[in-house]
């Protein structure tokens, strides 16, 4: 149907044209005969797509900046707050010092093999960390142990010990004065009772903490009994994500 034209009279008698588009030069349409609006749902569903992605990556974002924040915090000025020069040896009776961690990030737990429970758990814990890390990541990680109570936790009963667990993990034991140095170094507080007779039977007290080290050997976060498995397993590839430098997946 033709759109008829409609001229309009001014006041003072004046006859003007009809209105005609400006491109087209056709009579353009009045209110209520078919408008076409310049907002459609495509483009009301790409507004929303973009709104929620900038949404995501601000959060993303913010808690990458945290993440960085608490690794540098943990570096400290200097000489690290958490961490540096020790000499052990593994399950194996073999030499094990700082240098072998380096390559990859590392995951350390102090504890001992007659714990009755928090070890247990925790090293429970530990290895699902190890898998979650593992499935998500690759082999860019070394878990280790390393015994607090060095009279009773041979080479051969920490190999026997963290079988139990994981055959992923890493259990280090050495002389008292070597274990006393590497506790000092990672802030790691532990108390055997005094005047301990041969064979007695004794619990060690100790801080309950996992350190995370980066692959250069520096500290990056501490994991406490709060993080369930999933969380600690989360925090860590989280971690592994951020690392620009040179890693280990052989």
Not at 94 to 117: I, N, R, S
Request: aromatic share 10%.
């Amino acid at each position: 149907m033709a759109i008829k034209e409609l001229s309009i009279k001014t006041a003072e008698g004046v006859t003007l044209p009809p209105h005609r588009d400006c491109l087209s030069g056709k009579p353009s349409r009045r209110l209520g005969q078919g408008i076409e609006l310049p907002f459609s749902w495509k483009a009301g569903l790409l507004f929303f797509l973009s709104g929620a992605g900038l949404i995501f990556y601000f959060r993303y974002e913010r808690a990458r900046m945290e993440r960085k924040r608490i690794a540098e915090a943990a570096k400290g000025v200097g000489k690290p707050k958490v961490g540096g020069v020790f000499d052990l040896v593994d399950q194996d009776g073999k030499p094990f010092t700082q240098e072998e961690m380096k390559g990859k990030f590392a995951l350390v737990y102090f504890g001992f093999t007659h714990c009755p429970d928090i070890c247990p758990e925790e090293l429970d814990k530990m290895a699902k960390m190890i898998d979650i890390v593992k499935e998500t990541s690759g082999d860019v990680m070394r878990p280790i142990f390393i015994t607090c109570d060095p009279a009773r936790d041979t080479p051969a009963v920490v190999k026997s010990y963290l079988a139990e667990f994981h055959p992923a993990m890493i259990g280090l034991t050495g002389a008292w004065e070597n274990i006393k140095a590497v506790c000092k170094a990672y802030r790691v507080y532990f108390s055997t009772p005094p005047n301990v007779k041969p064979g007695q039977d004794y619990l060690v007290d100790h801080s309950i903490y996992f350190y995370l080290m980066d692959p250069e050997g520096d500290f990056v976060e501490a994991i406490g009994r709060q993080h369930s498995a999933s969380r600690a397993g989360k925090i860590i590839t989280e971690h592994i994500g951020d690392w620009k430098g040179k890693l280990d997946r052989s």
